[in-house]
RNA sequence: GGAGAGGUGGCCGAGUCGGUCGAAGGCGCUCGCCUGCUAAGCGAGUGAACGGGGUCAACCCGUUCCGAGGGUUCGAAUCCCUCCCUCUCCGCCA
């Protein structure tokens, strides 16, 4: 969410800055919807101080048969008041609708572009292997092995799901505990294990609601959400809150399944674990003042890459440009993985900086020192990584000749010792 | 799921038959005094949001906030309704 008061003295600046993102035009209604609401605003708190003073002298007049007359006056105030605030409130509702489906300003370094060609390569780590022999995809070394099972897990729930069996399934836990171990033990994060389901609250806080409903998966009674990521719950962990500023910054690593309904992607990564409607992901996530938050974005990044260079896959590094960040972020860096089964790069972490956008709509706020006034912190988040897809890219790099797989070295601590995956009997 | 209790300021905790309550008191915290040090003691202060004014700031004024939303009333933390949450007991259950 943006700042009102910025954009009532810089609504065209900021306009002019969200049409890097492709579309504009998202503050149109704004400046007169915000001068109706002070108006409002103006008149109905002018009448209530009124209401308040004569009620006062109401109440200390014994013998209320001399102020008959103000009674019935404060009386018609009365009514006046209820139906400027009827009106206010509508005024108040449309404006924060409008408030709460602008996205982001986009960095000012972002690379300014419409769509994802513009997109800007910053840094590729590793040498994608040469294969003597055709590299397979994951879903054939994963079904050949006997450890994934895409049609069995359809007829379980449906398109887009997986059941992955023995070494298949424990990968898929090493790589969490990996992840998790990595993070908390060296990396300076603390291990936080949220609730996989949500209120209406924590998703408008991130940014979820009320704008992509249609891409959340929703329990009717309660009305509850699954996540998305666990961005969502973690960050929202200091929702309303105000931080001691000592405290700052603060890290979170949390493992959770997401919950994506993936709509408008039909015909899109059909086959394998690419686009699943249930994925999980370790997650990082901080609190950090503002002034931090670019060079935490940075070491946020070097984290997630730490993973796939001690798992020895290569990637490459993407500065996502206007057009492409998304709807909460102001800048993002996209990790993407080698994958030779495609002979492709494709995204596997997403680290973001979203200065004080969610943290103005989830009111997350520091102070510097005693008594000072409470500011927005910065909120930052980062795949590190995508559990489902770091599977993928295992199989499909160190896939070998005969359709097994080496499992990396760094993993076997968490695999029982187990250095290579075999077909499954 | 059944029965009961409760949600007040950073925390604990008062709020009488609705009226001058942003809210007693205590703790904590901040500043000052005092004290070889510490502790104790003394004094003062101590929330947020929104709007207006301003020497545009550390200032002033107004409004709102006593779980959330509605209602009654000139006036509600105090009365009524709905919802949410917490706790206790029973049942059930990982």
Redesign the pocket.
């Known amino acids: 969410m943006l700042d ?2 910025y954009l ?1 003295d810089n609504l065209d600046a900021a306009e002019a800055r969200l049409a890097t993102r492709g579309q504009g035009a998202y503050l149109a209604a704004f400046r007169d919807l ?1 001068s109706r ?2 108006e409002l ?2 008149e ?3 009448l ?2 009124e ?6 002298v ?3 007049t014994k013998d ?1 048969s001399q102020v008959a007359g ?3 006056r ?2 018609e ?2 009514g006046r008041i ?1 139906t400027l605030d009827d009106t206010l ?1 509508e005024v108040e509702a449309e404006l924060d609708l409008l408030l709460l489906t602008v996205p982001n300003l986009p960095h000012e370094e972002a690379p300014v572009g419409a769509d994802e060609s513009a997109n800007r390569e910053v840094k590729r780590w590793g040498t994608p292997a040469e294969f003597a022999f055709a590299a397979k995809p994951h879903w054939e070394l994963g079904e050949a092995l006997g450890i994934l099972d895409f049609e069995r897990a359809g007829k379980l729930a449906g398109a887009r799901f997986a059941l992955s069996f023995g070494a298949g399934a424990r990968l898929e836990r090493a790589l969490i505990g990996f992840m998790l171990d990595l993070h908390s033990e060296r990396h300076g994060y603390t291990e936080v294990l949220p609730p996989f389901m949500v209120n209406r609250a924590t998703m408008t806080g991130t940014g979820q609601l009320p704008k992509f409903e249609s891409d959340l998966f929703h329990l009717d009674d ?1 009305d509850y959400f699954l996540i998305p990521t666990a961005e969502v719950p973690v960050t929202n962990i200091y929702r309303d809150e ?1 931080i001691a500023a000592a405290q700052l910054p603060i890290r979170f690593t949390a493992y959770t399944p997401c919950f994506r309904k993936e709509a408008g992607s039909y015909g899109k990564d059909t086959r394998g674990l690419i686009r699943q409607h249930q994925f999980n992901k370790v997650e990082l996530v901080k609190f950090v003042r503002p002034e931090e938050s670019d060079l935490e974005l940075a070491s946020l990044l070097a984290d997630a890459e730490t993973v796939l260079q001690q798992l020895e896959l290569p990637y490459r590094v993407v500065d996502l440009c206007t057009g492409d960040i998304g709807f909460s972020a102001a800048r993002t860096f996209d990790i993407e993985v080698w994958l030779p089964g495609q002979a492709t790069y494709r995204e596997i972490s997403s680290c973001s900086n979203f200065r004080d956008f969610q943290a103005r709509r989830a009111s997350i ?1 520091f ?1 510097r020192e ?2 000072a ?2 500011e927005f912190v910065h909120t930052l988040n980062g795949s590190g990584l995508a559990v489902g897809r770091t599977l993928v890219a295992i199989l499909e790099n160190y896939q070998q000749a005969d359709g097994s797989v080496l499992v990396p070295t760094v993993l076997r601590p968490y695999m029982g010792g187990l250095e290579r995956i075999t077909p499954r009997k």
Do not use: T
């Open positions: 009102s008061k009532r915000d609401r002070r605003l103006g109905a708190e002018g209530k101080a209401k308040n003073r004569v009620s006062a109401i109440g200390q209320k103000e009674i019935v404060m009386k105030v009365s209820k409130k309660p105000i706020r102070r005693e008594g006034k409470p």
